[in-house]
């Protein structure tokens, strides 16, 4: 160990304590990828992605987009012809927003957060228990709207486990407040999210099960 | 924050404690970890004295930057790290520590 790092704490009460300096980090904007599915894209259509998730990616021309943020595991958006505000997205999010592990209590701390920067006021979700690729799980679906642009979003998002972890999918479309959503994104969301499946034991699940 | 928040109970089960340090007032930070709904603490140190030892408060800046340090039972730093919290690598070594503290 370095000794110039050895030094005395006076207020750290038990084996050890994070201190965690942050405040700053917002959002990056979203990047394009050209076609980075090609190599990991299996015969059959499947998407094995770092050894760790296997999947079914929506057709084109949704894209894969890079969020470049921890919160967000994988996640695509398609973009309509009519440009802004008109587009969809969905993801796998390994990290949803909140922290509780139970999921009615986590849909709450969830939505608390979900699309903060966008300014997004939200009806109470509905809420119902559901099976997402065998696994128990809570489906919140809402619309929320945005009134200084006047601009709307869709969203659904599923909640279940990875081990004793929440994770989820995301999906949400934004439309002009005069223009209807369209169920199709939301079809090829659902078909996203029946496909996936891990490959692994995830890390927190091997944390207390393997030696260092 | 929210990441140290998600993984609370992982920490217990270490026999790990979290604390947050910020240059903020204490009115400031009570209205934010509410909003936040945080339930670790997160201690004001609108001096910065902190900031000085840990190396985080950069001349000209007021703010803290970033940082990550993890302190073991008997006081010794056995982590610092700048930039966003790398949790695996956080959790991996409160898992070392524990092991460590059990074997003493």
Known sequence: ?212 | MEGHQRNLFLYERLNARVAGVSRDQVDTLRYWTEEMGLTFPIFSNPIGHLGIWFGTLEEGYPMFSRKTVVIDKWGVIRYVQAGSPDFREILTLLKQLHEEEAER
Request: proline share 8%; aromatic share 16%; glycine share 4%.
């Open chain 1, 1 to 212: 160990m370095n000794p110039a790092l050895t030094r005395r704490f006076i207020f750290q009460p038990l084996i050890a304590v994070c201190a965690a300096f942050l405040f700053s980090a917002c959002a990056q904007a979203a990047t394009r990828v050209a076609d980075p599915l090609a190599q990991m894209r299996q015969p059959d259509g499947v998407v094995v992605w770092q050894q760790e998730y296997r999947f079914v990616p929506p057709p084109l021309p949704w894209q894969l987009i890079d969020l470049d943020e921890d919160d967000y595991s994988i996640a695509f958006m398609k973009i309509c012809s009519e440009g802004y505000p008109c587009q969809s997205t969905l993801a796998y999010a390994e990290e949803p927003f909140g922290y509780s592990l139970d999921f009615e209590e986590r849909q709450t701390e969830f939505f608390k957060r979900f699309l903060w920067a966008s300014r997004v006021t939200f009806a109470p979700p509905e809420l119902r228990k559901v099976k997402i690729g065998g696994r128990e799980g809570l489906e919140g679906i809402t619309i929320g709207v945005e009134p200084v642009l006047k601009h709307k979003v869709r969203c659904k998002i599923l909640f279940f486990r990875r081990g004793e972890r929440v994770v989820a999918f995301y999906y949400t479309q934004w439309r002009s407040e005069e223009k209807p959503f369209d169920t199709a994104d939301e079809a090829d969301f659902d078909r996203f999210a029946e496909s996936f499946d891990f490959l692994r034991p995830s890390f927190y699940e091997s944390l207390f099960t393997q030696t260092p």
